[in-house]
């Protein structure tokens, strides 16, 4: 059994920054074939990826939205056991729980695994 567990969260103003962190245990994944990803969700609000990461075929690609691009950088460490999110310029409305997830089908579609949120909010 893969288990996610987030950290690093808080309380910034804006144009702060926070780094966020995803820590894996249990059943390990392939490093080099799996789909990771940082979502967040605000109350009353729909889910939404914020950063993905999909190591494939001895390549490793990076995702954003618009909302983050620029801003928020996602890695890991090596050996993988670790997934972070650097955020910068933290604005109010990045205020939400943040998740972290995992597809080890490496498709960043479906993702299995999801750890339990760390919060984050950010003071105008």
């Known amino acids: 059994q893969v288990q996610l567990k987030e950290s690093g969260g808080g309380s910034v103003q804006a144009g702060g920054s926070l780094k966020l962190a995803c820590a894996l245990s249990?059943?390990?994944?392939?490093?080099?074939?799996?789909?990771m990803g940082w979502f967040r969700q605000a109350p009353g609000k729909e889910r939404e990826v914020v950063a993905s990461?999909?190591?494939?075929?001895?390549?490793?690609?990076?995702t954003y939205p618009d909302s983050v691009k620029g801003r928020f950088t996602v890695s890991t460490d090596t050996p993988w056991n670790t997934l972070y999110l650097q955020m910068n310029n933290l604005k109010p409305e990045d205020s939400a729980m943040y998740y972290c997830?995992?597809?080890?089908?490496?498709?960043?579609?479906?993702?299995?695994?999801w750890g339990q949120g760390t919060q984050v909010t950010v003071s105008s």
């Open positions: 990461l999909k190591r494939r075929g001895g390549r490793t690609s990076t």
């Open positions: 249990g059943d390990t994944y392939n490093p080099n074939f799996v789909c």
């Open positions: 997830a995992a597809d080890p089908r490496a498709t960043c579609g479906t993702f299995d695994h």
